[in-house]
T-cell receptor, first 113, second 118 residues
Framework: SQQGEEDPQALSIQEGENATMNCSYK?????LQWYRQNSGRGLVHLILIRSNEREKHSGRLRVTLDTSKKSSSLLITASRAADTASYFCASRRGGTSYDKVIFGPGTSLSVIP | SAVISQKPSRDICQRGTSLTIQCQVD?????MFWYRQQPGQSLTLIATANQGSEATYESGFVIDKFPISRPNLTFSTLTVSNMSPEDSSIYLC???????????????FGPGTRLLVL
């Protein structure tokens, strides 16, 4: 990919379990964003974490960022069947609208009812 | 109402032809970005389009194949030229910041144009 890796590439869990997805990136960043994409649909922005933040929460989502390791993780707690989707991390080197956003390869999550 | 709209939403084209995709934003933005998402893959940045200047292309993408126009601060087009089946993808327009009432840093995406080349 243009920027980094994500693991696992695919994840299958039972409803109610937690899902953890990891993302690594190659260059220094200003912020990192996580997106969800349901099959055949558009991208939904989930959460943004800045380089000076270590952890961020939004509902059932928890994102961590380790800039020393150039990695981030997305945790979805108490998963639901509706969480079945592909999840992508996307990193931005600068903090302005001039700066491009580069995507990781994504994780395909299946939540089994 | 949608913040970013794209036309067409989908199309089926014959190889050797060209398709122009339109992207309209509901407020003025400095930069617009075009991405490609091949089947089952992640998004790959094609180019960055700044109003009033030539687009900047990422490695592996060239202007002859993907010419871009950016005539004003709310509109851009991407043309996929001389198409082959390998161009079958979703093409997405994106903007970062410069949207009224939204976080400057968040990157927003249009719904995408689904292209199938036969």
């Amino acid at each position: 990919s243009q920027q980094g890796e994500e693991d696992p590439q695919a994840l299958s869990i039972q409803e109610g379990e937690n899902a953890t997805m990891n993302c690594s990136y190659k260059t220094s960043i200003n912020n990192l964003q996580w997106y969800r994409q349901n099959s055949g649909r558009g991208l939904v922005h989930l959460i943004l974490i800045r380089s000076n933040e270590r952890e961020k929460h939004s509902g059932r989502l928890r994102v961590t960022l380790d800039t020393s390791k150039k990695s981030s993780s997305l945790l979805i707690t108490a998963s639901r069947a509706a969480d079945t989707a592909s999840y992508f991390c996307a990193s931005r080197r600068g903090g302005t609208s001039y700066d491009k956003v580069i995507f990781g390869p994504g994780t395909s999550l299946s939540v089994i009812p | 109402s949608a913040v970013i709209s794209q036309k067409p939403s989908r199309d089926i084209c014959q190889r050797g032809t060209s398709l122009t995709i339109q992207c309209q934003v509901d407020s003025q933005v400095t930069m617009m970005f075009w991405y490609r998402q091949q089947p089952g893959q992640s998004l790959t940045l094609i180019a960055t389009a700044n109003q009033g200047s030539e687009a900047t292309y990422e490695s592996g993408f060239v202007i002859d194949k993907f010419p871009i126009s950016r005539p004003n601060l709310t509109f851009s087009t991407l043309t996929v030229s001389n198409m082959s089946p390998e161009d079958s993808s979703i093409y997405l327009c994106s903007v970062g910041g410069g949207l009224a009432g939204r976080t400057q840093e968040t990157q927003y995406f249009g719904p995408g144009t689904r292209l199938l080349v036969l």
